[in-house]
């Protein structure tokens, strides 16, 4: 009997198994027609000031229309990553990214800031393909961020993409950070400039937060701030976190509370509306 539920276990393990391949067959099927056809495209989510509450930067962030329904990142970038197709989708959405947010950092100073997969950073030539992005579109390197997750830039700290990036003034930011098992103790190796600390120890800040989650995010701040690392929260939904986050000195801040992801053309009016205001 024990032989025969381990079969018919194994039968449904086979067949979701299979069913996971096929979805995944869907989806890169759907992504190589995407890629083609404009369906995939950035919105962007302000990054704020937490003091003034000024737009500083914005990050682009894919999204997929596919039969009319909006397919989630965590959804078809592990399918890219599997497939070999985040190469180019790495460069539409610098390419994108590049090309909307120029005049956002030449007329105010608004930096954007792009997702890179650790296959992108594998490729000998990424550092060309966004300096030749960064030509094409007319972004000086200043106005351009890229995010690596941080379980991915212990490997990345090893190659020399990021450092000739940097050279040329491209900044790199720590994604997610607190998630992954380096965390502190490696932060002084990394080459970065800025540090984003995971939405998972914001929201998780009870309000009041416990003198624990306080000490705990002081003291990622401290470091960072040692090292003159540019430091910026992410996922902050209430004021009650913002209002902690300013007390800490957290540099910026981005999350629901400050503003959705959303279409370019939202991020525009909200310039133009703080520069009306600052005139
Ligand atoms: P991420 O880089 O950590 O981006 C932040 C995610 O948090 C976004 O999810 C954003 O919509 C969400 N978020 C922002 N504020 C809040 C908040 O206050 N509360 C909550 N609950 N969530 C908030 P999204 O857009 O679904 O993207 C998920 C992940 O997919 C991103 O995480 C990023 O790692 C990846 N991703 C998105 N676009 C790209 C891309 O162009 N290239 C690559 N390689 N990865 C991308
Ligand atoms: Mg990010
Ligand atoms: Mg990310
Ligand atoms: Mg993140």
Same mark, same amino acid.
């Not at 979701?16 to 989806?27: F, M, Y």
């Not at 990424?126 to 030749?132: E, I, K, R, S, Y």
């Not at 200043?142 to 900044?171: C, M």
């Given at each position: 009997?024990a032989?025969?539920?381990?079969?018919?276990?194994?039968?449904?393990?086979d067949?979701?198994?299979?069913?996971?391949?096929?979805?995944?067959?869907?989806?890169?099927a759907g992504?190589?027609?995407?890629?083609?056809?404009?369906?995939?495209?950035?919105?962007?989510?302000?990054?704020?000031?937490?003091?003034?509450?000024?737009?500083?930067?914005?990050?682009?962030?894919?999204?997929w229309?596919?039969?009319?329904?909006?397919?989630?990142?965590?959804?078809?970038?592990?399918?890219?990553?599997?497939?070999?197709?985040?190469?180019?989708?790495?460069?539409?959405?610098?390419?994108?990214?590049?090309?909307r947010?120029?005049?956002?950092?030449?007329?105010?100073?608004v930096?954007?800031?792009?997702?890179?997969?650790?296959?992108?950073?594998?490729d000998?030539?990424?550092?060309?393909?966004?300096?030749?992005?960064l030509?094409? *579109? #007319?972004m000086p390197?200043?106005?351009?961020?890229?995010?690596?997750?941080?379980?991915?830039?212990?490997?990345?700290?090893? *190659?020399?993409? =990021? #450092?000739?990036?940097?050279?040329? #003034?491209?900044?790199?930011?720590?994604?997610?950070?607190?998630t992954g !098992?380096?965390? =502190?103790? !490696?932060?002084?190796?990394?080459?970065?400039?800025?540090l984003?600390?995971?939405?998972?120890?914001?929201?998780?800040?009870?309000?009041p937060p416990?003198?624990?989650?306080?000490?705990?995010?002081?003291?990622?701040?401290?470091l960072?701030?040692?090292?003159?690392?540019? *430091?910026?929260?992410?996922?902050?939904?209430?004021e009650?976190?913002?209002?902690? =986050?300013?007390?800490?000195?957290?540099?910026?801040?981005? #999350? !629901?509370?400050?503003?959705r992801?959303?279409?370019?053309?939202?991020?525009?009016? =909200?310039?133009?509306?703080?520069?009306a205001?600052a005139?």
């Open positions: 009997a032989k025969q539920a381990g079969g018919a276990c194994l039968a449904r393990f067949e979701t198994l299979r069913a996971e391949q096929n979805e995944r067959a869907r989806i890169a992504l190589r027609q995407a890629l083609a056809d404009g369906s995939l495209f950035l919105h962007y989510q302000p990054v704020v000031d937490p003091m003034t509450g000024r737009m500083t930067g914005a990050e682009a962030l894919m999204r229309r596919h039969d009319g329904e909006l397919i989630p990142p965590v959804v078809f970038i592990p399918v890219a990553e599997q497939t070999g197709l985040i190469g180019q989708l790495g460069v539409l959405a610098l390419r994108e990214a590049c090309a947010a120029a005049g956002w950092y030449r007329r105010d100073g930096y954007v800031t792009v997702n890179v997969s650790t296959y992108q950073l594998r000998p030539d990424f550092a060309d393909t966004v300096l030749g992005i030509a094409e *579109t #007319g390197p200043a106005g351009l961020v890229l995010e690596i997750t941080e379980s991915v830039l212990i490997d990345a700290a090893d *190659t020399p993409v =990021l #450092g000739r990036l940097r050279e040329h #003034g491209v900044r790199i930011a720590i994604d997610d950070f607190g !098992y380096s965390s =502190l103790a !490696y932060l002084h190796e990394l080459p970065v400039d800025i984003k600390i995971d939405r998972s120890f914001i929201s998780r800040h009870q309000d416990s003198p624990r989650e306080i000490s705990f995010t002081r003291a990622i701040l401290d960072a701030h040692s090292r003159d690392l540019v *430091t910026v929260a992410e996922g902050v939904e209430t009650a976190q913002a209002r902690l =986050l300013r007390e800490l000195r957290c540099d910026l801040v981005q #999350g !629901y509370h400050f503003g992801p959303a279409a370019p053309e939202v991020i525009e009016n =909200l310039l133009r509306e703080s520069s205001t005139a």
